[in-house]
T-cell receptor
């Protein structure tokens, strides 16, 4: 069974440029999460989707970050414009409805903003 | 989520059992204890979870004290590939069928020595 797929794995951009990350969850998983992980810290939740609905986006900086999950499968996280402090690893995870705390993570996208 | 406390780092010799402690004194009666680990440059990986009874799977064993205020993750025969950050998490109870994202702390950096 394929795991959570994320792309790109690495991204280097200049500040003020836009950037987008893509995630394909495990087939059949209704819940999708985006996490942010700064160096030396544990992941922090940015947004959670139940199917195509964002049910918890309280930690998403809405002035520059946006996310979507069209058709309740793949998801895209966007930053526009990027700032130096956005350099981090962006992780996507998914879980099934019956076991929400057993989450399966992708490898992450490491973003470097110059 | 209930607060958890873990040592910052631990060493273990290859082939020996690695015992990782976690304190969660504020855990409530219906909250589970989850363990994840994160190998360098990878996303977190689910290991095991439990409520009251000891649990074992192909990766590890989980021992939860009778008062449920602490637990120990046991890797019975540690290998170099077990070097990782190990997170002990007590997800909050949820309602409506959904769940909050996981709250990761800083975890325990386990180093397996050859």
């Amino acid at each position: 069974e394929a795991g959570v797929v994320q792309s790109p794995r690495y991204k280097i951009i200049e500040k003020k440029q836009p950037v987008a990350f893509w995630c394909n969850p495990i087939s059949g998983h209704n819940t999708l999460y985006w996490y942010l992980q700064n160096l030396g810290q544990g992941p922090e939740l940015l947004i959670r989707y139940e199917n195509e609905e964002a049910v918890d986006d309280s930690q998403l900086p809405k002035d520059r970050f946006s996310a979507e999950r069209l058709k309740g499968v793949d998801s895209t996280l966007k930053i526009q414009p990027a700032e130096l402090g956005d350099s981090a690893v962006y992780l996507c995870a998914s879980s099934s409805h019956g076991t929400p705390d057993t989450q399966y993570f992708g490898p992450g996208t490491r973003l470097t903003v110059l | 989520d209930a607060k958890t406390t873990q040592p910052t780092s631990m060493d273990c010799a290859e082939g020996r059992a690695a015992n990782l402690p976690c304190n969660h004194s504020t855990i409530s009666g219906n909250e589970y204890v989850y363990w994840y680990r994160q190998i360098h440059s990878q996303g977190p990986q689910y290991i095991i979870h439990g409520l009251k009874n000891n649990e074992t799977n192909e990766m590890a064993s989980l021992i939860i004290t009778e008062d449920r205020k602490s637990s120990t993750l046991i890797l019975p025969h540690a290998t170099l590939r077990d070097t990782a950050v190990y997170y002990c998490i007590v997800p909050g109870l949820y309602s409506g069928g959904g769940a909050d994202g996981l709250t990761f702390g800083k975890g325990t950096h386990l180093i397996i020595q050859p």
